[in-house]
């Protein structure tokens, strides 16, 4: 089975700034697209960041320009460092990633179990 594993949340004051992480294991051949998203209280789950095999990014524009998605195959680990942080970013971010155990290609999407930013004013 297929686990993602987070890291690097918790309480930060505004104007400051943290780097997430997410390692997979299990059975991977190869990870697709992956992604943060979050989920503030009382609010829709949003989609903050994502990045391709191809490492083509996109951004959520309300953190285009302070955050930045990156990934590093070799330890099937993606990032998210976010600087300048507001407390409107405060919200549970879950990682997730799409991935394939062999070669047919066939990918599933795996997700992490979120962690907690909080950011002070």
């Known amino acids: 089975q297929v686990q993602l594993v987070e890291s690097g949340g918790g309480l930060v004051q505004a104007g400051g700034s943290l780097r997430l992480s997410c390692v997979a294991s299990?059975?991977?051949?190869?990870?697709?697209?992956m992604a943060w998203y979050r989920q503030a209280p009382g609010k829709d789950r949003e989609l903050v960041a994502a990045?391709?095999?191809?490492?083509?990014?996109n951004y959520a524009d309300s953190v285009k320009g302070r955050f930045t998605i990156s990934r590093d195959n070799a330890e099937k680990t993606v990032y998210l460092q976010m600087n300048s942080l507001k407390p409107e970013d405060t919200a549970v971010y879950y990682c997730?990633?799409?991935?394939?155990?062999?070669?047919?290609?066939?990918?599933?999407?795996?997700w992490g179990q979120g962690t907690q930013v909080t950011v002070s004013s």
């Open positions: 990045i391709t095999r191809g490492r083509s990014t």
């Open positions: 299990g059975r991977i051949f190869s990870i697709n697209r």
């Open positions: 997730t990633m799409e991935i394939s155990g062999s070669l047919s290609y066939t990918t599933n999407n795996y």
